[in-house]
């Protein structure tokens, strides 16, 4: 069975920077590009960011460009969010994806709550 | 960027009944769509991708089609369980770009 759970998460002031992780089991990690998809409180979703199974290719939205890094570790089968100078508009509940062969969204992890308020 | 839109916002329906939603792309995308479900404090789920792929484990009750610029998902029968807000999505380029839901409710 194919799980993704995200971790490190939590409350943090405007400008402060959070990594948060994916832990991703039953498949065969380094084959699949992995995403990050947020949800502002009774929003609906925004992608954030792509990386490929190799991770030598990442893409981002605008709204993250250049604050935000996406990034993945294949001996540990877990993929990264870092996150620097957070806005309040950052918070979110932040969910990782793996995608299928054509780079669709397959399976998704249950979130992580990220708040940045003073 | 690719914007996409879909019709209605929300949408009553009763058990038994069959509903469409519409997702209407700003340029087309070919087939390059997807549909997600949404039940409140849950992660969303994958229902189809390339306009009319149902994922694994999906009932057949969940149906995709379109391409191009207009897309629909149609669900039969709805149920209990089917009440949730609906997205699509674009994958064909960056940045992926969703639908603003539509939030399918009991009448």
């Known amino acids: 069975e194919v799980q993704l759970v995200e971790s490190g998460g939590g409350l943090i002031q405007p400008g402060g920077s959070l990594r948060l992780s994916c832990a991703v089991s039953g498949l065969v990690f380094r084959a699949y590009p992995m995403s990050w998809v947020r949800q502002a409180p009774g929003k609906g979703l925004e992608w954030v960011s792509i990386i490929s199974g190799s991770g030598g290719n990442t893409y981002y939205a605008d709204s993250v460009k250049g604050r935000f890094i996406i990034s993945r570790d294949n001996s540990k089968n877990t993929f990264y969010l870092h996150m620097n100078s957070l806005r309040v508009d950052d918070t979110a509940v932040y969910y990782c994806?793996?995608?299928?062969?054509?780079?669709?969204?397959?399976?998704w992890g249950r979130g992580t709550l990220v708040t940045v308020s003073s | 960027d690719i914007q996409m839109t879909q019709s209605p916002s929300s949408l009553s329906a009763s058990v038994g009944d069959s509903v469409t939603i519409t997702c209407r792309a700003s340029?087309?995308?070919?087939?390059?769509l997807a549909w997600f479900q949404q039940k409140p404090g849950k992660a969303p789920k994958s229902l189809i991708y390339?306009?009319?792929t149902l994922q694994s484990g999906v009932p057949s009750k969940f149906s995709g089609g379109g391409s191009g610029t207009e897309f629909t998902l149609t669900i039969s029968s709805v149920q209990s369980e089917d009440f949730a807000v609906y997205y699509c999505q674009q994958y064909v380029t960056y940045p992926y770009t969703f639908g603003q839901g539509t939030k399918l409710e009991i009448k």
């Open positions: 340029q087309g995308i070919g087939k390059s």
């Open positions: 994806a793996n995608l299928g062969v054509d780079w669709y969204f397959d399976l």
């Open positions: 390339a306009a009319s």
